[in-house]
């Protein structure tokens, strides 16, 4: 049985199909090792080879990687869910209300959510083992700066998924956060040295027109708020996040992939 | 078993953990070898979070906190935490064990450093990976149904009202700082310090291998930050902040009525009114001069004095600009437990209150 089924495996294989997609034979030889990783898009971000010991989970705690899987989850589910979710105060809950109930397969929303904690997670335990590793240091000073971009970008994409919901949970945690921007210095109404934004004696920073209105699209947290957290959350963050993670990857390569002792120069091709 | 459950919420105040948990991140870099060679230390600290876990869920209060769907991530985080460090730790007393031998880390044996190809020996560990993130992730989200609470209501505030939870730390800061400063200023201090790592960070050694001795202060500081600042300040704001964000151990009923007795004192009103019995001046620059020199003492004389004396070897090491960088960044992290001892002791609310311009530290 197994023969036969391998028998028909490798007639598929020479099939004018199968050649067009995958072009060459499994790489077994160096040469074509090397080609694998080089030839394809998906791992031409990866080095061709690598230190062993860039290899270990006790090293790395794979927790960079794992980041960056939750992050392709969170897209897949995301979009899935874009479906359903209407951000209007008028639908979004009830939206929310039919994706638990009539969606089949409902799965999508929990792993979103799942997913989305479990990010911001991984992303503190990457910089944590980043650090403790001491994988910031030269050549690699400017990829942990756009780490830390990745991670407060991690934070708002959060932070913005976190009033789509629009319950009371969503509402008020939001709440509470945009709550800050009020009191920034110079910039809101209550924050200390925006009296002295004033011309003529009219005040430039009013709740009308500060930092907060900004952020909200209004004095409260309402349907203006909602539409911008689903702007930035579905194309403005994503965007952002997107072009630094590819950067961010790059350079890792650049450097010489996986911190190690060395003296920190490329090791990898 | 009440008594037990009251002396235990009693150690959960604020003020006693966050000593006992200085005082425990001090004893594990100071007897490191111990708590990650030894194997029952090894097994008391990975252990007892989850026993203290396991047995608190059987207790109602603990439970009530414990099962809402959005804590289950935190409480994994905390484990975690915990045992990376552990982890982490363990390798570099090892790799500290080896230099003072003379030999070469771990990471840099000829075998480490032999080179290997990424297809297919990463690809398949990456793979790996995925399948194993997948299970656990379709699983969880099987187990546990993502909550959804009333319909948002602008007229009906909830109570506590909690900021996202990994901003709790934060909202937990709100407490002892205005919004300016807990919501917009540390959070960019935050920020900044953490991009600054790199180039105020003078010591070329440690990089890529794990190791303590090579960067106690770097490691203590940074872990002091993470481990104190960010993640025991979430786990305070998650599990044991209650109604009115008022304390409440980790056994004790959320009571909506619970009423803490505050009467917290300006400084101005310390020196003013309590030592030198005058009234309180009129003019703010002189009503607040006392808070205002201190202030400025603490944030530009004291990075001087430390340039001469403590930290001078830092001084050298790093050069004038990134020590005056480190050090401010340094003391704004320590102003926050400073500020947190100063209110549980004397009552204190504000260094500097300048309420007419919505300057208060």
């Known amino acids: 049985m197994m023969g036969r089924l391998k028998g028909w495996f490798s007639d598929f ?12 034979k499994m790489p077994k030889d160096p040469k074509n090792r090397a080609l694998a990783v080089l030839t394809n898009v998906f791992l031409h971000l990866h080095p061709v080879r690598m230190r062993k010991q860039g290899l270990r989970i006790s090293y790395t705690w794979c927790m960079g990687g794992v980041s960056f899987f939750l992050f392709l989850s969170l897209t897949v589910t995301g979009i899935l869910l874009m479906f359903y979710y209407r951000p209007t105060a008028q639908h979004a809950y009830p939206d929310m209300l039919d994706l638990m109930e009539s969606a089949t397969l409902g799965l999508m929303r929990e792993m979103h959510r799942w997913a989305g904690h479990l990010m911001v997670i991984t992303v503190w335990l990457h910089m944590l083992r980043v650090f403790l590793t ?33 319950d009371q949970l969503a509402m008020w945690a939001v709440t509470v956060g945009s709550n800050m921007a009020r009191a920034s210095p110079g910039l809101g109404v ?80 | 078993m009440d008594t037990i459950q009251s002396w235990i919420n009693v150690l959960f105040r604020p003020q006693l953990l966050i000593a006992t948990s200085i005082l425990a991140l001090l004893g594990f870099c100071r007897y490191r ?54 982890l982490a730790m363990k390798k570099g007393v090892e790799n500290d064990d080896r230099i003072a031998e003379g030999r070469p880390v771990y990471e840099a044996e000829p075998e480490e450093e032999e080179k290997v190809f990424v297809w297919p020996d990463l690809v398949y560990t990456e793979l790996l990976c995925v399948l194993l993130i997948s299970i656990m992730l379709v699983a969880w989200s099987i187990l546990i149904p993502a909550p959804l609470e009333e319909p948002a209501n602008p007229q009906l505030t909830p109570n506590p009202s909690k900021a996202p939870w990994y901003f709790l730390g934060l909202q937990e800061i709100l ?62 704001g998650t599990f044991l ?31 003013w009114a309590r030592l030198l019995g005058v009234g309180m001046p009129s003019f703010w620059l002189v009503r607040e001069i006392f808070g205002l020199l201190l202030l400025g003492l603490y944030f530009f004389a004291l990075p001087v004095l430390f340039a001469k004396t403590l930290w001078k070897k830092f001084y050298l090491q790093m050069g004038l600009i990134p020590y005056v960088l480190g050090s401010d960044l340094m003391l704004w992290m320590l102003l926050v437990p400073i500020k947190m001892y100063l209110r549980w002791t004397l009552n204190l609310k504000y260094f500097v209150a300048i309420p007419e311009f919505f300057f208060n530290i």
């Open chain 1, 13 to 24: 294989t020479r099939t004018p199909v199968w050649k067009s997609v995958f072009r060459h």
């Open chain 2, 175 to 236: 407490v002892y700082f205005d919004p300016w400063l807990a919501g917009v200023l540390i959070p960019t201090f935050i920020v900044i310090g953490l991009m600054a790592i790199p180039y105020i960070d003078p010591n070329p050694k440690g990089n890529g291998y794990y190791t303590f001795a090579e960067r106690r202060y770097e490691i203590f500081i940074f872990l002091f930050g993470f481990v104190i600042l960010w993640v025991l300040l979430i786990f305070q």
């Open chain 2, 33 to 86: 070898k111990f708590c990650t060679q030894n194997k029952f230390m090894s097994a008391a600290i990975l252990g007892f979070p989850l026993a203290f876990f396991a047995v608190s869920a059987l207790e109602e209060n603990f439970w009530i906190q414990f099962k809402r769907p959005d804590n289950v991530p935190i409480s994994f985080m905390l484990w975690f935490v915990v045992f990376f460090i552990w």
């Open chain 2, 241 to 271: 902040r209650g109604p009115n964000w008022n304390f409440y151990g980790p056994y004790e009923y959320w009571d909506v009525h619970k009423v803490v007795p505050l009467t917290n004192v300006n400084l101005s009103e310390f020196i």
């Open chain 1, 190 to 269: 209550e924050g200390p040295g925006s009296q002295l934004m004033a011309v003529g004696g009219v005040p430039l920073i009013t709740a009308g027109s500060d930092v907060r209105f900004v952020l909200l699209g209004g004095r409260f947290v309402g349907e203006g708020a909602l539409l911008r957290f689903y702007v930035l959350h579905c194309i403005g963050i994503p965007f952002i996040f997107v072009m630094l993670l590819a950067t961010h990857f790059w350079r890792i390569r650049r450097d010489g992939g996986i911190s190690g002792p060395g003296k920190g120069g490329p090791m990898a091709m």
């Open chain 1, 134 to 166: 001491g994988s910031y240091k030269p050549p690699r000073e400017f990829n942990w700066v756009i780490g830390v971009v990745l991670l407060v970008l991690t934070l708002l994409f959060s932070f913005t998924g976190y009033l789509l919901p629009w």
